[in-house]
């Protein structure tokens, strides 16, 4: 029955942003100045019905193919656009049909919009647990976003495995989500209103990171996340003292990674390129790479960057022959809020 729930609250219930009781949908990430032209230029009937929770619009996407599970209106799909160009494609999945109507009615008036000669984007219907149905070629894509969605999902270890299999080698899941700081009560996780407000889905983040290395993603990476603060009285009383944060995870398609951030002292050097980010290539929370300069790195980061969409933008220092232990830095802690570090260090390890 959550399908069926979560289709008519966003597709009957919403009319708009102003229409959530909490701000767990909302984009309170900020969207960073590079993409705020680009925003100006989607339509704004589509940008009316967002019910997104963060900013999932990774770099380096010029020509890349790129999917959109739960798609919704299709902001982040005609932002995305933009950024792939003619050469490249977007895929949006969405099982609401009031959605995807709003999605469709304004891909001509986008494509003129954008300078293109022929749309570079399109919409299917259907599930997101089950996306080995609608016929997309298993690793075909090189980046799939997703944005606030994955925690209304029924069966979120098959949305994760379904979107490693549709991966490219070296492809990555990148996506904004719900998290909590324990496992919800089936109180919580049942009541309609909670779920749709996507607080009711939200994973413990313990809980997800297995789901996450289950699916193939060996070393889940936190890029940034934030609080929600729960406002309305009723809301917070059903809750009790359950910590809720939207965070924004990137995952890897690579074989090579390890269980645990290992010192082959290897470094890189990261030599600028990524328009979004010229002087700093930011990888995640913990990982901001200054251009031009020694950066030490662990095994994983090194395969993340060796065998992704990223390594034209990079030097790459050492190889796997000495072992030298675990990196320094590395340690489990709670990912959030103040478990998480800055990015920025010299180096360090999530």
């Known amino acids: ?81 933009q ?31 954008f300078g293109f000669d022929a749309p570079n984007i399109g919409f299917r219907k259907g599930y997101i647990e089950e996306l080995g149905a609608l016929g997309l070629p298993p690793q075909s894509f090189d980046v799939i976003v997703s944005n606030c969605v994955i925690n209304l999902s029924t069966d979120k270890p098959a949305v994760l495995k379904g979107a490693f299999d549709l991966l490219k080698p070296g492809g990555e899941l990148y996506f904004a989500d719900v998290y909590c700081d324990r496992r919800l009560p089936k109180t919580v996780r049942n009541d309609p209103l909670l779920y749709g407000e996507c607080l009711g889905g939200a ?37 009790g003292n359950a910590r809720f944060f939207s965070a924004t ?11 645990s951030c290992e010192d082959y002292g290897q470094a890189v050097i990261y030599r600028g390129g990524v328009a979004e980010q010229p002087d700093r290539f930011v990888l995640d929370a913990h990982h901001a790479i200054e251009r031009g300069k020694v950066f030490p790195v662990c095994g994983n980061t090194w395969h993340m960057l060796k065998q992704s969409r ?41």
């Not at 792939?84 to 008036?109: F, R």
């Open 310 to 350: 990223f390594a034209p933008f990079f030097e790459f220092i050492g190889d796997f022959a000495t072992h030298y232990g675990i990196f320094e830095g590395c340690g489990t802690q709670m990912p959030f809020a103040e478990g998480v570090a800055v990015a920025g260090s010299d180096s360090s390890c999530c």
């Open 249 to 259: 995870y990137r995952l890897f398609k690579i074989q090579d990674l390890e269980a």
């Open 83 to 113: 950024l792939v160009g003619p050469s490249g494609a977007v895929v949006g999945i969405d099982m609401t049909d009031e959605q995807l109507a709003v999605a469709n009615a304004h891909i001509d008036w986008h494509t003129a919009k």
């Open 203 to 239: 994973l413990y983040w313990g809980d997800f990171l297995g789901i996450a290395k289950g699916a193939g993603f060996a070393d889940p990476r936190l890029v940034d996340s934030r609080p929600l603060e729960i406002e309305d009285p009723a809301i917070a009383a059903k809750l």
């Open 1 to 81: 029955m959550k399908h069926e729930a979560v289709q008519d609250y966003y597709g009957k219930t919403l009319q708009s942003s102003g229409d959530l009781k909490t701000s767990a949908c909302c984009d309170g990430a900020g969207v960073p100045a590079v993409l705020r032209p680009l925003l100006s230029n989607i339509h704004p009937e589509v940008t009316e019905k967002y019910y997104g929770c963060g900013v999932t619009v990774p770099a380096a996407l010029d020509g890349a193919r790129v999917l959109d599970l739960g798609s919704g209106s299709g902001r982040d799909c005609y932002l995305i656009a």
